[in-house]
């Protein structure tokens, strides 16, 4: 640029000596006009440039950001993809437990039919009317309590005749049940044993309750398998054993019929199980 302006002094010196001052003057008009013309390309070459770098730092940017954007959409397309079979597993699951919980449900209800229609039988058959006999349903199996007056005598373990009347209503409902269970539980007041053959309550109940196991089996045909004795002593007392009264109500006999639900609680007990999981 410096050498152009310097060639243009020159000539124009030169052209001072030799041509008349129009001329130089034409010249030198021209030679402004062509400065002025080297200043605005100047110009806008400087512009051009600046664009252009502004430019080649947006393309840049552009193509940084279209880069992310593609990682970005492969990022949620993998999320996507898992957050999918994330759900579906947890669909699955959902459905799985709310099968569990069905079948649950129908042992339960399955299991409380057997004890209602256990319940209706033995009080159509028993009867209620005995106040020495309570039917009722405690902890979901059926309980018979016979008061002790109504099977055996004061310090025996003798069955009288009039319980074996009880007893063989009681065995018609179990022999119709194969898969029931019945307990024969023996309770005592807290008054001592002193009978001589027997050591103590403990035993007085225990006998009391095989006398009536043996019952069931020999004279009414409960199968052995369906019977289990059981002696509680005085340690169970309904009262408190400061009264006759009271003593009264404490020596009993109950007769626990359970129908053979193992199968209702293992299947429960297994389903509850895989519930907590």
């Known amino acids: 640029m410096k050498k152009i302006i310097l060639s243009l002094l020159v000539l124009s010196l030169s052209m001072t000596s030799c041509v008349s001052k129009k001329k130089f003057t034409d010249l030198e008009a021209k030679q402004k006009t062509t400065q002025d013309l080297l200043n605005s390309a100047t110009v806008k070459l400087n512009t051009c440039l600046t664009e252009?770098?502004?430019?080649?730092?947006?393309?840049d940017f552009l193509k940084k950001n279209n880069s992310d954007l593609i990682n970005n959409m492969g990022n949620l397309t993998t999320l996507t993809t898992k957050g999918a079979e994330n759900l579906e597993k947890s669909l699955e699951s959902l459905k799985e437990k709310d099968l569990r919980i069905s079948r649950l449900q129908d042992a339960l209800t399955k299991k409380d039919s057997v004890t209602f229609a256990l319940v209706t039988s033995l009080k159509k058959d028993v009867g209620m009317d005995d106040p020495d006999i309570n039917i009722n349903v405690e902890k979901g199996v059926i309980m018979i309590s016979i008061a002790d007056n109504l099977l055996f005598k004061?310090?025996?373990?003798?069955?009288?005749?009039k319980a074996k009347g009880v007893l063989a209503k009681v065995a018609r409902v179990i022999n119709s049940k194969p898969d029931f269970e019945c307990m024969v539980e023996s309770h005592t007041d807290n008054v001592p044993y002193k009978g001589g053959i027997l050591l103590d309550n403990w035993d007085l109940s225990v006998k009391r309750a095989t006398s009536i196991v043996r019952v069931l089996q020999s004279d009414l045909g409960v199968s052995p398998k369906q019977l289990i004795p059981a002696g509680r002593s005085s340690y169970m007392p309904l009262a408190s054993n400061d009264s006759p009264e009271n003593r009264a109500k404490n020596r009993r006999t109950k007769i626990i019929i359970m129908p053979k639900i193992d199968q209702f609680y293992d299947m429960i007990e297994k389903e509850m199980k895989t519930l907590s999981k």
């Open 154 to 161: 004061s310090g025996s373990y003798d069955v009288s005749d």
């Open 52 to 59: 252009r770098e502004a430019l080649a730092n947006q393309i």
